[in-house]
């Protein structure tokens, strides 16, 4: 079974200009998918389509079997974890641990559980220091962290990013995102990250490429960015240890490209 299945997915804010032009897309179950694209591209868009806060004009969604509509929306919603763009529309307790445990109330968790949950999943994102801490005090990163804390708190079966992890410095980036891989992995939760981050799509086990409200590639994130012309035409960024082996391919020093820096090492190592 699907964990999403989109079908000519179509909507517009006013009715006039598109925004999504049919849209079709699968994301397995249990599958890390990224996606990618420019400013404006509709991202975001689509991820509010997915969990049901804007209905498309056209086309069906389908999450883990079950078609998307206003009836089932809040079921839906139960099994989809969601972490937006701006972490400031997400908070509402008065201290972190407030906030990580919020949803869990509503998921009705028991007392019991609560704290060991809000202390495991606060730990996941290198916030545990701060469960105390007022969240309107924290930066910007700290806020991101927070929001996908209380989303790991509730382990959903599918969770999306939208630029997540955006205001946090590389290394914090690297560490958060290496948590959700685990979880996939381990617990085979369905991922889809929206994200910037090129590094982290390489990571990915599928990567869809959006430009202009449509599908412009997808496929394995080796395949993806192997198709240079097409990431600069779009004006896309490449993970930085394919950059860096390209760069030494040309001084042969490596004999082929690494999405990763362990992978690349690892190429440098072996011929040297
Ligand atoms: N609430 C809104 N009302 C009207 N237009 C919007 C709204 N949100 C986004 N848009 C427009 O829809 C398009 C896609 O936006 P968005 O989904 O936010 O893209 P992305 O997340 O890829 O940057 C853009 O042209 C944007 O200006
Ligand atoms: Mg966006």
Redesign the pocket.
């Known amino acids: 079974m699907e964990a999403i299945h989109l079908e000519n997915l179509e909507f517009s804010?006013?009715g006039e200009?598109p925004?999504l032009k049919g849209i079709s897309l699968d994301i397995p179950k249990g599958s890390y998918t990224a996606i990618v694209?420019?400013?404006?591209?509709?991202?975001?868009?689509?991820?509010?389509l997915l969990i049901g806060l804007l209905e498309p004009s056209k086309g069906t969604i389908e999450v883990l079997g079950q078609k998307l509509t206003e009836q089932s929306a809040p079921e839906i919603r139960d099994h989809v974890g969601i972490v937006f763009?701006n972490p400031d529309n997400q908070f509402i307790g008065s201290t972190v641990a407030d906030d990580i445990a919020f949803g869990l109330e509503n998921h009705c968790v028991p007392t019991e559980d609560m704290q060991r949950l809000i202390e495991e999943n606060a730990a996941k994102v290198g916030m545990l220091d701060y469960l105390n801490a007022e969240p309107t005090n924290l930066s910007g990163g700290q806020k991101q962290r927070v929001a996908i804390a209380g989303i790991l708190a509730m382990s959903p079966d599918i969770l999306i990013f939208?630029?997540s992890t955006s205001m946090l410095d590389p290394q914090g980036k690297a560490s958060v995102n290496a948590q959700i891989r685990k979880l996939n992995k381990e617990k085979n939760i369905t991922i889809l990250s929206?994200t910037h981050d090129m590094d982290e799509a390489a990571q990915a086990e599928h990567m869809v490429v959006?430009e202009k409200?449509k599908v412009f590639a997808q496929g394995r994130p080796e395949d993806v960015f192997e198709d240079e012309a097409m990431m600069k035409k779009l004006k896309l960024d490449l993970p930085f240890a394919l950059k860096a082996s390209n760069a030494f391919r040309k001084y042969g020093l490596v004999d082929k490209p690494s999405l990763t820096l362990d992978a690349l090492m690892e190429d440098v190592c072996r011929l040297k």
């Open positions: 804010y006013d200009t925004v694209g420019h400013n404006g591209s509709g991202k975001s868009t689509l991820a509010k763009q939208d630029e929206i959006l409200g």
